[in-house]
């Protein structure tokens, strides 16, 4: 069972929107630390934006003042806000987390950073396309 389920690609003129979800499955903890990444053919994965414990956010410079994240009080669903999108953004968007046992565990170990080291589980992606 994949722990993690993204939902809301697709294909969409460059300007256009998307937003994507990522809802947690068949996992029992009482938070989640919670990021988008994406993957472009031929290229590293990357981090695109995170929530960490006290809430702030963090974003990939190419996407800063485009793209939204958005989760409640370490839930676990998380949502992706695309707007303006350009070409470059064509890619496949994973939801990944990590879990913690207590919020004030989350609070206090959820760093909100846009590495992938630190996410022990992933969603298996959804792919957005963008057309010039």
């Known amino acids: 069972q994949v722990p993690l389920v993204e939902s809301g690609g697709g294909s969409v003129q460059a300007g256009g929107s998307l937003r994507l979800s990522c809802a947690v499955s068949g996992l029992t903890y009482s938070s989640y630390c919670m990021a988008w990444f994406r993957q472009a053919p031929g290229r590293e994965r990357e981090g695109v934006a995170a929530v960490a414990g006290d809430g702030t956010t963090s974003y990939a410079d190419s996407v800063k003042g485009r793209f939204t994240i958005s989760q409640e009080n370490g839930d676990g669903i998380v949502y992706l806000q695309m707007n303006s999108l350009k070409p470059d953004d064509t890619a496949m968007y994973y939801c990944?987390?990590?879990?913690?046992?207590?919020?004030?565990?989350?609070?206090?170990?959820?760093?909100?950073?846009?590495?992938?080291?630190?996410?022990?589980?992933w969603g298996q992606g959804t792919q957005v396309t963008v057309s010039p």
């Open positions: 990944a987390a990590d879990a913690y046992i207590s919020f004030s565990a989350y609070r206090r170990g959820c760093s909100g950073g846009l590495s992938s080291s630190n996410r022990r589980y």
